[in-house]
């Protein structure tokens, strides 16, 4: 008794370290990338909306813009051009708060491009602690052609609230124009979200030593818990796990001539097919709309695949079902490991896009394993509930058609968030999918980790349909055997 009550302390102690380390690894790996994020507060003053060209501006036509509540580093000011012609000359923007100038900085206008970004950055991130006012000034030496600055005019401000719309802080050479120029500015301001993050990462270690404790205790007093009986499982019908995974990749290209190449040129031709299509209406309100695109398409055929996948998994697998015994999560849980090993596939033309339309990779890359991860656990959350209604309510699959359809459109897959109203964006932004891609596109376009409300969200949204999906089929899987 006494060798075994050693033994068991000996291996409790080797686990507890051996959790500690790699829980350690990770964490200074995480911090390290999402330090210079999550160390300031990325804030965006941002008007998107603006197809109205002012009138033609030049030294006479001074324009002032009034921008409200700014306190942090401002880093750069964003605006949209409208061209006539090719004009000469150069555009000046002062930043202004009160009667001080903060920083005055000159463009060329040779690089600009008629609809494209006008962008102004200050050799060092500006101090501001206040409203500021934007004052452009143009002077032009070619004659017969024009610039212009675009804005939202009156009924286009309508998606905006009050603070937003700005009412009277435009003027030109004066006068006060009802609406407000597209402009986007950003700004940080100092966080405290990496001392949260290490004071989690110190409770997440405490948790690991009490798991592993309960553990070895529960071991010790044979006694059998739920959690116990699930991990036990898992690792017994692992080597059967991988054969399913392994027969659903062999079975999707038997007899297919290019094989797997399938999954390169899938996402490839359908992004071409709605680049062509959606390019004319949005590519000049989105940058690097190729890649934009295409990651919608990959991530939520991602999803779109593993939770219909994972609905007919029960079905699917009828007669195994009737003829051997083993726990019935296996039969979805091998399905979504499928649609995951077939989108990691499909990740290699994905970045071999970014590369050719010259997108830079920064670190930040390397947290593309979190957002993946979240949308598997989301679809096989919500493959489980599906797959328990497919048993009993067989219509449930062409039900499933129709909703998915309907959410490919409520997802900006192709389509700028700027053309949603205003009123609708706090119940567009609760579709998961919208936080999972708008992840995935801040760590792949921006380059740059999102803020920690974001992994919150994505963090509940992969939680909570997995332990609900779990518990419902879990309670309903000793009936399947009589409706199939």
């Given amino acids: 008794m006494k060798k075994l009550t050693a033994r ?81 000359g150069d555009v000046t923007l002062a930043i202004m708060q009160g009667d001080s100038t903060l920083a005055v900085m000159e463009m060329p206008l040779d690089g600009v491009s008629n609809g494209g970004a006008l962008t102004f950055r200050p050799d060092e991130p500006i101090a501001a602690d206040g409203d500021l006012t934007l004052g452009i000034t143009v002077r032009q030496t070619a004659g017969d052609a024009s610039f212009s600055l675009r804005y939202g005019d009156a009924a286009e401000m309508e998606r905006y609230d009050d603070t937003m719309r700005n009412p009277g802080g435009l003027t030109v050479a004066g006068s006060t124009v009802e609406g407000q120029l597209a402009v986007t500015l950003r700004y940080a301001s100092p966080s405290g ?28 007093l044979q006694r059998v818990t739920f959690l116990w009986v699930l991990m036990e499982e898992t690792r017994r019908y692992k080597y059967l796990i991988s054969q399913l995974v392994l027969r659903d990749f062999n079975h999707k290209y038997r007899q297919s001539v290019l094989g797997v190449l399938w999954s390169f040129l899938n996402p490839l031709l359908t992004m071409t ?53 083993m726990p019935r999560y296996i039969y979805p849980l091998s399905k979504v490991l499928f649609a995951l090993l077939n989108v990691t596939i499909t990740l290699i033309p994905l970045f071999v896009m970014i590369l050719i339309t010259g997108v830079p990779v920064t670190r930040a890359a390397l947290l593309l394993p979190l957002p993946l991860l979240g949308i598997a656990c989301f679809a096989l959350g919500l493959g489980m509930i599906l797959a328990t209604m497919n048993v009993f309510f067989r219509d449930t699959a062409f039900l499933w058609n129709i909703v998915v359809l309907l959410w490919t459109y409520m997802t900006p897959l192709f389509y700028p968030e700027s053309i949603i109203p205003a009123s609708w964006l706090r119940f567009y932004h609760l579709n998961p999918m919208y936080q999972f891609i708008y992840f995935i596109r801040c760590i792949l376009l921006q380059g740059v980790t999102p803020q920690p409300r974001t992994y919150l969200i994505c963090l509940l949204y992969a939680a909570v349909p997995l332990l609900l999906g779990f518990l419902v089929f879990r309670k309903k899987q000793n009936d399947f055997i009589y409706y199939l």
Avoid: C
């Fill in 8 to 88: 068991i302390a000996s291996d409790t102690g080797l686990l507890i370290l051996a959790g500690l380390v790699v829980l350690g690894a990770l964490s200074l790996l995480f911090g390290w990338i999402v330090n210079d994020s999550w160390s300031v507060n990325q804030n965006q003053y941002s008007i998107e909306t603006g197809q109205t060209p002012l009138r033609p501006l030049n030294a006479e036509t001074p324009v002032r813009q009034r921008i409200p509540g700014i306190t942090g580093q401002v880093t750069d000011v964003t605006f949209i051009a409208d061209l006539q012609g090719r004009p000469a």
């Fill in 193 to 220: 979200a990496m001392l949260l993050y290490w004071i989690a990462v110190g409770v997440l270690a405490a948790a690991w030593i009490a798991v592993v404790l309960l553990y070895k205790r529960n071991r010790r």
């Fill in 273 to 325: 097919v709605q680049y062509l299509v959606f390019s004319y209406l949005f590519h000049n309100a989105i940058e690097n709309f190729p890649v934009y695109l295409m990651t919608g398409i990959v991530f939520f055929n991602f999803f779109n695949e593993a939770s219909t996948l994972a609905m007919q998994s029960v079905t699917g697998n009828a007669g195994l079902i009737k003829k051997v015994y």
